[in-house]
């Protein structure tokens, strides 16, 4: 579990992470070695899900190795399974992670959510409803790496 105190707003306990794929851990279909690592750090501290309609037909191998669970799902109304997805962890110990139209639904239901922005960018309407936007995922894992660095973003 990640503990994350934010004087003046909230303590989250984060027991999960949720990140979408294409554009957010993943550009072209396949993961950074760097984004590897700290996903594999990640997975030791809470448990991690990816969720993804697979579009290059990769996520299962560039996720295999890594202790974490991957969900698959059908390209149509992806937003709607990714929100029941983090409906049934729990959204109020779940922490999300997304670039696109299809996360705006599990950032409503998640605890924390941050957008990424990345090299395949980022659909507007995401930013009202992130807590943080990040501009590469390295920098979005970092946070939940050293907590230090989230407190002073949403601190009072």
Same mark, same amino acid.
């Given at each position: ?49 990816? @969720? ?12 295999? &190795? =890594?202790? #974490?669970? *991957?969900? $698959? ?52 309407? @995401? ?12 920098? &979005? =894992?970092? #946070?939940? *790496?050293? $907590? ?9």
């Amino acid at each position: 579990m990640i503990e994350i105190k934010i004087p003046g707003r909230a303590e989250y306990k984060i027991e999960n992470i949720v990140f979408d794929y294409n554009g957010t851990i993943a550009a072209d279909g396949r993961i950074n070695p760097s984004v590897r690592e700290k996903l594999a750090t990640l997975c030791k501290m809470a448990k991690v899900y990816v @969720l993804t309609a697979d579009t290059y037909g990769s996520a299962e191998k560039e996720c295999q &190795g =890594l202790d #974490l669970t *991957l969900k $698959t799902f059908p390209k149509d109304n992806a937003g709607d399974h990714k929100a029941e997805i983090v409906r049934g962890l729990g959204g109020m110990n779940t922490v999300c992670f997304g670039n696109g139209y299809n996360d705006v639904k599990m950032f409503q239901v998640g605890i924390l959510s941050i957008a990424v922005l990345e090299s395949e960018g980022m659909y507007a309407g @995401l930013l009202n409803k992130a807590d943080v936007l990040v501009r590469t995922i390295d920098d &979005g =894992l970092n #946070l939940l *790496l050293n $907590t230090n660095a989230m407190v002073a973003t949403l601190r009072a």
